[in-house]
């Protein structure tokens, strides 16, 4: 139990210092990549039906405290395309501080082209701008009593808050490029019923180009980039390349400017469920190993 408790003291002092204890963790390549709704709630209803999407991630050391982040999305089109509604859980820990993330969410799309049967994945082929919002609630919760730490104020209680989120987004999409913005809180921690509590609003661009080529089979290449900026924080910049191979297997490689590469392989086992597994490997804080996870989508109800 000592030794549990002193992995969870040494994880949580390093990254409270480093200040983002209440800073939402920036969704790893897969994650955004494939289901990019998470960052951007313009994206809702892009696709030609409704979309479940479930991701995790954790580092593969199993040390008490280290940072693992979920996510359970689900969204649909309505209106021909021109609308589109979805629902998102978030869930982030680290040491012993958690924030859970629930929003609901709505698109309005400016649709320039009206092109009938696209594949179910057809998000890429669909000329739009659109706009959207979110409204839902941010929990946090600082289990601080399990520190341990006597005689010292600060930590004599746990510390949970319930806090109001509203975001925004915008999207433009063409069948070679896209480039959206968004800001997942645009209120921060100003409703807080506690003054000292300070929650970090990160601002997502996230931009793209795709390239498709008929060597023997479709293949579609994408180089994209996610640039997150947060006051007081360094910019972290990610630059993905992926490769698609008509639906059936991907593979994909990234670079985060916190010293991370980023390694990834999907498969379509059936047209209508996504399989992706990614592994990142770490050059900092090697304590703590390297990360991976799986995001996995399926898709139903188009036509």
């Given at each position: 139990?000592?030794?549990?408790?002193?992995?969870?003291?040494?994880?949580?002092?390093?990254?409270?210092?480093?200040?983002?204890?209440?800073?939402?963790?920036?969704?790893?390549?897969?994650?955004?990549?494939?289901?990019?709704?998470?960052?951007?709630?313009?994206?809702?209803?892009?696709?030609?039906?409704?979309?479940?999407?479930?991701?995790?991630?954790?580092?593969?050391?199993?040390?008490?405290?280290?940072?693992?982040?979920?996510?359970?999305?689900?969204?649909?089109?309505?209106?021909?395309?021109?609308?589109?509604?979805?629902?998102?859980?978030?869930?982030?820990?680290?040491?012993?501080?958690?924030?859970?993330?629930?929003?609901?969410?709505?698109?309005?799309?400016?649709?320039?082209?009206?092109?009938?049967?696209?594949?179910?994945?057809?998000?890429?082929?669909?000329?739009?701008?659109?706009?959207?919002?979110?409204?839902?609630?941010?929990?946090?919760?600082?289990?601080?009593?399990?520190?341990?730490?006597?005689?010292?104020?600060?930590?004599?209680?746990?510390?949970?808050?319930?806090?109001?989120?509203?975001?925004?987004?915008?999207?433009?999409?063409?069948?070679?490029?896209?480039?959206?913005?968004?800001?997942?809180?645009?209120?921060?921690?100003?409703?807080?019923?506690?003054?000292?509590?300070?929650?970090?609003?990160?601002?997502?661009?996230?931009l793209g180009y795709r390239f498709f080529a008929d060597f023997?089979?479709?293949?579609?290449?994408?180089?994209?980039?996610?640039?997150?900026?947060?006051?007081?924080?360094?910019?972290?910049?990610?630059?993905?390349?992926?490769?698609?191979?008509?639906?059936?297997?991907?593979?994909?490689?990234?670079?985060?400017?916190?010293?991370?590469?980023?390694?990834?392989?999907?498969?379509?086992?059936?047209?209508?469920?996504?399989?992706?597994?990614?592994?990142?490997?770490?050059?900092?804080?090697?304590?703590?190993?390297?990360?991976?996870?799986?995001?996995?989508?399926?898709?139903?109800?188009?036509?």
């Open positions: 139990m000592k030794n549990r408790k002193n992995y969870i003291v040494a994880i949580w002092a390093v990254l409270f210092s480093q200040g983002i204890a209440f800073s939402q963790q920036t969704p790893l390549f897969p994650a955004y990549n494939y289901n990019p709704f998470i960052i951007n709630p313009a994206y809702a209803g892009m696709t030609p039906g409704s979309v479940v999407s479930l991701s995790h991630d954790r580092h593969t050391r199993k040390v008490e405290g280290t940072p693992t982040s979920s996510s359970l999305s689900f969204q649909s089109p309505l209106s021909n395309g021109r609308m589109g509604l979805g629902a998102a859980v978030i869930d982030d820990r680290i040491g012993v501080t958690s924030a859970t993330t629930a929003t609901v969410a709505y698109s309005y799309q400016l649709l320039f082209d009206l092109k009938p049967g696209r594949h179910v994945w057809g998000d890429y082929d669909k000329h739009v701008f659109s706009f959207g919002m979110t409204a839902g609630i941010q929990r946090l919760h600082e289990n601080l009593l399990e520190l341990g730490i006597a005689d010292d104020p600060v930590f004599a209680e746990n510390l949970s808050e319930t806090i109001p989120v509203i975001g925004a987004g915008i999207l433009y999409n063409k069948v070679g490029y896209y480039v959206g913005v968004s800001v997942p809180n645009l209120l921060g921690g100003k409703l807080a019923s506690r003054h000292h509590v300070e929650v970090v609003v990160p601002v997502y661009v996230y023997y089979k479709e293949i579609m290449v994408t180089p994209n980039a996610l640039v997150k900026y947060e006051k007081g924080a360094p910019l972290q910049v990610d630059v993905n390349l992926s490769a698609n191979l008509r639906d059936r297997f991907e593979i994909g490689a990234g670079y985060r400017s916190s010293s991370s590469l980023n390694l990834l392989v999907g498969f379509y086992a059936v047209e209508q469920l996504r399989f992706v597994y990614h592994y990142t490997v770490g050059f900092r804080r090697p304590t703590l190993g390297n990360n991976h996870g799986i995001a996995l989508s399926y898709a139903f109800g188009y036509n």
